[in-house]
């Protein structure tokens, strides 16, 4: 068992699969979603959502894109703009079907907010030197170089498939709204927030610039976790468990590990770049962060199992 009888703060991180990729899809995503979640507070914890917003960030961007090809008087839209979109439109949805989640088991004294966040980023990061996260649609030779000329984007060939716009993918330095996240929090709100890894800003004196830029969410996640003094960080993929030797014949589920071994495994190459590998080094940046703080990698429907100790990865100090 992870937890005594003290009543316990989680963050948990939502993964893609928990929202689906359609505006249909979500909707119906969310409804299994809010059980999950409401399932652990119906347990007595107390929780904190974080989000990704990948597919729909995406779907946001590609039609801003197609608004400012149709209509030359509109401005292209930054990407830091369809973050912000993508958090609200999200926000929406997820926190109606927690609110009904809540109602339908007779739970009305814990209101649901959503914050619009703004994550700051330091743009001296050397992620900017080389962008590497594809966003939007694929684009001919022809268009890149046409955006690449009017918006001073960054475009690569992506796979063979056509030309995609790259931005980068700077490390979260600190969530903007963190006081106002506190104080609902504190004051007994479910809170939803750092959408998608935050909106990215850069401090320009007084000023809040938005970045072209994407912040991984479980990053994200992990300083906002950090920030509430949580004392659980819950990072939901679509593996029950992360693994070693992952998909060949002697692979190896993870149960409980120290920050140790896991910095050995990563060291040692075992987690995809792309998929696993950052939610392991957020899991262990949190755990190793505060003595008595547990990092748990598993399955949205396996979470509660996972929070009493019969699933999923566990990273303890």
């Known amino acids: 068992m992870i937890f005594l009888t003290k009543k316990k703060r989680i963050v948990i991180a939502l993964g893609g699969n928990a929202l689906g990729n359609t505006l249909p899809e979500q909707m119906e995503a969310v409804k299994t979603t809010?059980?999950?979640?409401?399932d652990l507070i119906e347990e007595g914890f107390e929780v904190i959502v974080s989000h990704g917003n990948g597919p729909q960030v995406g779907m946001i961007n590609n039609a801003m894109t197609a608004l400012s090809k149709s209509d030359p008087k509109q401005p292209n839209v930054p990407l830091s703009v369809c973050v912000?979109?993508?958090?609200?439109?999200?926000?929406?949805?997820?926190?109606n079907a927690l609110r009904e989640e809540m109602y339908n088991r007779n739970i009305f004294d814990i209101p649901v907010a959503t914050m619009i966040t703004q994550v700051r980023v330091d743009e001296n990061d050397p992620a900017f030197q080389n962008p590497t996260k594809p966003i939007g649609q694929f684009m001919t030779l022809?268009?890149?170089?046409?955006?690449?000329?009017?918006?001073g984007y960054v475009v690569r060939e992506d796979a063979g498939r056509g030309y995609r716009r790259m931005v980068a993918s700077p490390k979260p330095a600190e969530i903007i709204e963190i006081g106002?996240?506190?104080?609902?929090?504190?004051?007994?709100?479910?809170?939803?927030?750092?959408?998608?890894?935050?909106?990215?800003?850069?401090?320009?004196g007084n000023h809040l610039k938005g970045a072209g830029a994407?912040?991984?969410?479980?990053?994200?996640?992990?300083?906002?976790?950090?920030?509430?003094?949580?004392?659980?960080?819950?990072?939901?993929?679509?593996?029950?468990?992360?693994?070693?030797?992952?998909?060949?014949?002697?692979?190896?589920?993870?149960?409980e590990i120290t920050v140790a071994e896991a910095e050995k495994y990563i060291a040692e190459g075992h987690f995809a770049a792309g998929s696993m590998l950052p939610k392991v080094q957020a899991a262990v940046r949190f755990a190793s962060?505060?003595?008595?703080?547990?990092?748990?990698?598993?399955?949205?429907?396996?979470?509660?199992?996972?929070?009493?100790?019969?699933?999923?990865?566990?990273?303890?100090?």
């Open 34 to 38: 809010a059980k999950a979640i409401v």
């Open 289 to 317: 962060s505060k003595k008595g703080r547990t990092a748990l990698i598993t399955l949205l429907e396996k979470a509660s199992d996972g929070i009493n100790g019969r699933t999923g990865t566990r990273i303890t100090l």
């Open 214 to 255: 994407v912040i991984d969410k479980d990053f994200a996640s992990e300083l906002l976790a950090e920030e509430l003094d949580a004392d659980v960080l819950i990072i939901l993929t679509a593996v029950e468990k992360a693994a070693v030797n992952f998909g060949k014949p002697d692979q190896k589920w993870l149960d």
């Open 84 to 95: 912000a979109m993508s958090q609200a439109y999200i926000g929406y949805d997820l926190q």
């Open 142 to 151: 022809e268009e890149a170089k046409r955006v690449e000329e009017e918006y």
């Open 180 to 204: 106002a996240i506190r104080t609902l929090v504190d004051s007994g709100q479910l809170v939803i927030a750092c959408g998608g890894g935050g909106i990215p800003v850069i401090r320009q």
